[in-house]
T-cell receptor
Framework: NAGVTQTPKFRILKIGQSMTLQCTQD?????MYWYRQDPGMGLKLIYY???????DKGEVPNGYNVSRSTTEDFPLRLELAAPSQTSVYFC?????????????FGPGTRLTVT | KNQVEQSPQSLIILEGKNCTLQ??????????LRWYKQDTGRGPVSLTI?????NTKSNGRYTATLDADTKQSSLHITASQLSDSASYIC??????????????FGKGTKLSVIP
């Protein structure tokens, strides 16, 4: 199993541009998540999905959109990129949200908006 | 507001020495506490998950403790190795009801193990 994969690894965007961060998992997990990690800060939840066709907002959803058309894929869309979106983005997945579920994280996408 | 505080912010130790990292939390209602290891440029990897009834859990040279009364946890690393150099993140899960759980992440402790 490859686990959770993310592309691209690095990206530089100009202010106002758009892009999609890709996330794929091959563990047949129902639950998928997008986090951002700013320097010196804890991870913040952007969006999550409990299954194909179902998504919901996390703590910091503004400026982002997601879709979940398949169990495996959970892309994150940035529209009109802003410098405040400069961050490292992590995708994660889990089998369930039962009490002690384990989340598996991808390697991250480092995004810079200038 | 749910919060997770970790100390120290950073730590440098000699290879072979032991160390202890601290985590204090104000998360309610508490469900479980996790410790993750995050190597530079990589995603976090789970080390331990402890529920309310567990007060210690080991994973190799890593031993986590939990005191749910004082809302404190520690991660003890024994006989440190160079590969232990990483950030260690404490994450506390709150029961949001209806089978859903909210995770609050600490900012992490950056550990450097030097020869």
């Amino acid at each position: 199993n490859a686990g959770v994969t993310q592309t691209p690894k690095f990206r530089i965007l100009k202010i106002g541009q758009s892009m999609t961060l890709q996330c794929t998992q091959d563990m047949n997990h129902n639950y998928m998540y997008w986090y951002r990690q700013d320097p010196g800060m804890g991870l913040k939840l952007i969006y999550y999905s409990v299954g194909a066709g179902i998504t919901d907002k996390g703590e910091v959803p503004n400026g982002y959109n997601v879709s979940r058309s398949t169990t495996e894929d959970f892309p994150l869309r940035l529209e009109l990129a802003a410098p405040s979106q400069t961050s490292v983005y992590f995708c994660a997945s889990s089998y369930s949200t039962s009490q002690a579920y384990e989340q598996y994280f991808g390697p991250g996408t480092r995004l810079t908006v200038t | 507001k749910n919060q997770v505080e970790q100390s120290p912010q950073s730590l440098i130790i000699l290879e072979g020495k032991n160390c202890t990292l601290q985590c204090n939390y104000t998360v309610s209602p508490f469900s479980n506490l996790r410790w993750y290891k995050q190597d530079t440029g990589r995603g976090p990897v789970s080390l331990t998950i402890m529920t309310f009834s567990e007060n210690t859990k080991s994973n190799g040279r890593y031993t986590a403790t939990l005191d749910a009364d004082t809302k404190q946890s520690s991660l003890h690393i024994t006989a440190s190795q160079l590969s232990d150099s990483a950030s260690y993140i404490c994450v506390v899960s709150a029961d949001s009801g209806a089978g859903s759980y909210q995770l609050t992440f600490g900012k992490g402790t950056k550990l450097s193990v030097i020869p």
